[in-house]
Structures are given as C-alpha cells and as structure tokens.
C-alpha cells in the first residue's frame, strides 16, 4: 500500500497536529487506470466497476482465480480502495431477504424498541442489528439462498483468506433522513481520535487488513436517495484515522467526494480505512435498504477462552485494597488491562448501545470506573453480569 511518509513521534506513534490536508491531497493525486485492472468492465468517478458474471467466470476458472482476486486485493490496497460489482444478487433472492428485513423492522417498531445508527435518530434511519442472525433463524431458506453468493466469497478471501466470519446490520434512510459525516470503518474508526492516538502507527497500518465492508444494494438508489459517498484512494493516507475528525478534512470530503447510483443487487465493497459517508435523502419516496456487511479475519482472536468477567470479579477486591494502600494509577490500570476485555466488541448492539460515541463501554471501562468511585465488589459484579448478559446475540 503506498502511503505517504509516516509522521510519528519518536516512539511510533502518529499525532493529529501532523495531519496536513496537503499530505491527503498529495495521496489522491493519483488516478485509477482501467488498464492496470483487465477484469473491470470500466472506471466510473475513479471506482472500479466489474460485471457479476464475468466476475465469476473468471473466479470460477482455478487458472483465473488467482489473479482475479490479487486484482481485486490490489484494487483495495494500492488502488482506489473500493469497487462496486454490478448484479451481484439476484432481485428476487434479494426481495425475499428485503421482505423478512422489512418484518424485522415492523417487529422492532411495534415492541416500541426501533433503533437509529451510529448517526442518525430513530424513525430517520432504520437500523436492524445482527441481522445476519435474524435472518438465519427466521428465514433459513432466504438466508442460504442469498449467502451462497459467490461474488461475496470470491473478494472476502481475496481480502482476508480462509476462515472469515461475516456479520450484518441493515441500515433504511428514509426520505428526508440525514447522511453521515466523514469517517472511516471498525476497527479503529470506531475509536475516538484520542483513544486511535494511543495505538502504534504499525497498528494503524495494519487495522484495515483485518475488516472487509461490503454494502448490497436492496432497492435502486438514485443520487437523490443519497447512496454512500467515498472519497477513493484516501485509505493510503497514513494519519486518516486521526485526520477524518478534522474539520479541514471533512470539509474536502464535503467538496470531492464521489457518489455513484446503485441498482438492486448490486455490491460494494471497500477498504474500511477508504473515507467514506452514507448520503442524505432528499427523495420524496424512496425508503434507501442496503445490508452493511462486516467481514472480519479469522486472526483477529485469542488463542485461550478466558472468562474475563470471572477474572475482573476475582481480582477486584485486591485492586480496591491496593488502591486504598496508595498504589500508583498506572498499576493499578496494568492490572485491569491483563484481567477485564478492554475492547466493547463483539456485543449486542440492540441491548449494548453506543452512547456518545461510536462504541460502549468495555469491561475493563466498568472495571475502572467502579475502582475510581469505591464500587463494591457486589456493585462491580452485577455491573459486569448486566454487562455480559446484554452482550449475547439473543
């Protein structure tokens, strides 16, 4: 991936006070050559747009594959870090899903528990968390039918290899619903500017090989319905995990982004570091479904199961009397960090909402904010049991 030079500290940590828009801008200088991409049938607005069935064709071959998906990887990595795959789908298959999709929301609504997303209020957007599970255990048929999708298969192992796991979320703008501001994808563009400060400039480097986002299409979107905006070849910029908060840096996005239409069936799929924003809807009927795909590295686990929840709970009552004793804020914070989960994911999303941010508190959140106001143990645990029990899938 070619990036620009790394502005570090001395200790290889990147700082938002090096974040220059020049440096961006000397990154998106460059240009998508349809010629260094033989399995795309064109270049629209700097995307890379490929033919479902040509696609396929060519990822069926085992001589072909290969170099289908080294093209794809590329397209990601060094090139405009997004393409868009046209017919992906079939309609119909995607009705199905779009009707038990729509079931789901109609159920959320009723039950008086409907969701927004990360951005947007409830009742402007739709959101259905987990939906890949929802779907599975109330239309079985539906499911199996859209996830034996081999355009899906074909550019998640190009991206992540053998072993991924896919999640999903629908996510419905409704006419008039608001867009998103500029950002990019989990993992740490679901992290505050602070927070994404504190980890390594190499970790930063290696955080998009972990995740693949994808979107289908569930319905035609036309520009007016306000179908994601992307800013392509922006996933290069080194510092964009810190840079994307910046408001010279939204403001480029605001004035450079691309916006292509998508029909139903269609797939996008992009680098989560690629800078991105879902569009407004400025239609007057058109209730824009697209089914956000998280793929995710089979590498990105432990190697032992922990109950962590049984550890935090264990050593509590020592942190309390050290901290008591005068122990220094730092040990005490080590300690919490080998014994509590100190990441909010994977959770529920439906009972383990992100409030005033892109993520919920983690574990060892709980674990420190309990230890600085003189929680009890029993406090502490039931905290962490309320936590653990909001966590599971259903």
């Known amino acids: 991936m070619t990036t620009t030079p790394t502005r570090t500290t001395a200790q290889g940590w990147l700082r938002a006070a090096d974040a220059h828009l020049e440096d ?209 070849h922006s996933q290069k910029y080194d510092l964009g995990y810190l840079a994307y908060w910046l408001q010279e840096f939204q403001d480029h996005f605001v004035g450079h982004h691309v916006q292509l239409p998508l029909h139903k069936g269609d797939a996008v799929f992009f680098n989560p570091a690629l800078f991105h924003a879902a569009g407004s809807n400025h239609s007057a009927d058109i209730r824009r479904m697209a089914n956000l795909l998280q793929i995710s590295s089979a590498f990105g686990r432990a190697m032992e199961t922990v109950d962590r929840e049984r550890v935090a709970a264990a050593v509590y009552p020592v942190l309390l009397s050290r901290k008591a004793a005068g122990w220094d804020e730092r040990a005490l914070a080590n300690v919490i960090a080998a014994s509590a989960e100190g990441y909010a994911f994977p959770t529920n999303l439906d009972r383990d909402p992100p409030i005033g941010g892109m993520a919920p508190p983690s574990q060892a959140t709980l674990v420190a904010r309990a230890l600085a106001a003189g929680a009890s143990p029993q406090q502490l645990a039931e905290r962490l049991a309320a936590q653990s029990a909001a966590k599971l899938s259903h």
């Open 24 to 232: 961006l801008l000397q990154v998106l200088e460059a240009q998508t050559d349809h010629g260094d991409y033989p399995h795309a049938a064109r270049v629209e607005q700097q995307v890379l747009m490929y033919d479902a069935g040509a696609l396929q064709a060519a990822g069926s071959d085992p001589e072909r594959r290969p170099a289908v998906q080294a093209e794809i990887t590329r397209a990601l990595s060094a090139g405009p870090g997004i393409v868009v795959v046209d017919n992906a789908f079939e309609a119909a298959v995607v009705d199905r899903v779009s009707a038990a999709f729509q079931r789901m929301i109609e159920e959320q609504r009723a039950a008086g528990t409907a969701v927004g997303d990360h951005f947007a209020k409830p009742g402007a957007n739709d959101r259905v968390w987990n939906a890949l599970e929802k779907l599975a255990v109330t239309d079985a048929d539906a499911f199996v039918d859209y996830y034996a999708n081999d355009v899906v298969a074909l550019v998640a192992t190009a991206w992540l290899g053998p072993g991924y796991q896919v999640t999903s979320q629908v996510n419905v703008v409704n006419p008039g619903g608001e867009g998103q501001t500029v950002h990019r994808d989990y993992h740490l563009g679901f992290q505050s500017p602070e927070v994404s400060a504190q980890y390594p400039g190499h970790v930063h480097a290696l955080a998009p090989a972990l995740t693949l986002q994808g979107a289908v299409a569930h319905c035609d979107m036309p520009v007016e319905s306000g179908p994601t905006l992307y800013l392509p």
